[in-house]
């Protein structure tokens, strides 16, 4: 496609609830990122992925957060068991190995 | 100490102005740096890069670099309310951000007035 890809653009979950976000990279692009935002803060890194190499998981706060690119292209994150502390917007970006980030739109969750 | 850090702000400034935009940088091992802007309830978008020392320009943009003060820079000449965002700072390269991430700083709020 001709930009980054996120589903859904929101969602609201009860506390404890799994949720799946999705990612889908510019086409070509072999590293992808998942990075979240909280109101007022930074972004703060999640996982890397870059071809077929093992992921950089050193950004994942905690075991209930999981990621997995299929095929080198579109990625999953889980997070499981939801808390409000997870309530944030989730960004996915792509770029060729070396290049700037091209972000997608976003989810934004919110755990009630 | 903070790997990314630039003045929340908000910088105002009138239209028409120049705007100068800093950020300072932790791992002097970081090889690449970028400017993204970020309007209220979007994602960020690039704007320029930067590897070398010195300026690079790019229309009414300027980076500059100075790898030895650890200092990153962005101009905006001729501002615009259009230009009114959130600027953030990305670092990567360093040992401490990782090679291939980029570590932002929380942004600085560029308002500028009609």
């Known amino acids: 496609g001709a930009g980054v890809s996120q589903s859904p653009s929101n969602k609201v979950t009860e506390k404890g609830k799994d949720v799946e976000l999705r990612c889908d990279p510019i086409?070509?692009?072999?590293?992808l990122y998942w990075y979240r935002q909280s109101l007022g803060q930074g972004l703060e890194f999640l996982i890397y992925?870059?071809?077929?190499?093992?992921?950089?998981k050193s950004g994942l706060p905690s075991d209930r957060f999981s990621a997995e690119r299929t095929g080198g292209s579109v990625s999953t994150l889980t997070i499981q068991r939801t808390q409000q502390e997870d309530s944030a917007v989730y960004l996915c970006?792509?770029?060729?190995?070396?290049?700037?980030?091209?972000f997608g739109s976003g989810t934004r969750l919110t755990v009630v | 100490q903070k790997e990314v850090e630039q003045n929340s702000g908000p910088l105002s400034v009138p239209e028409g102005a120049i705007a100068s935009l800093n950020c300072t940088y932790s791992d002097r091992g970081s090889q690449s740096f970028f400017w993204y802007r970020q309007y209220s309830g979007k994602s960020p978008e690039l704007i320029m890069f930067?590897?070398?020392?010195g300026d690079k320009e790019d229309g009414r943009f300027t980076a500059q670099l100075n790898k030895a003060s650890q200092y990153v820079s962005l101009l905006i000449r001729d501002s615009q309310p259009s230009d009114s965002a959130t600027y953030l700072c990305?670092?990567?390269?360093?040992?401490?951000?990782?090679?291939?991430?980029?570590?932002f700083g929380k942004g600085t709020m560029l308002l500028v007035s009609p």
């Open positions: 990305a670092v990567k390269g360093g040992l401490n951000s990782g090679y291939s991430t980029l570590t």
């Open positions: 930067i590897y070398s020392n």
């Open positions: 970006a792509s770029s060729f190995t070396g290049g700037g980030y091209t």
């Open positions: 992925f870059q071809g077929n190499s093992a992921p950089d």
């Open positions: 086409s070509g692009h072999t590293a």
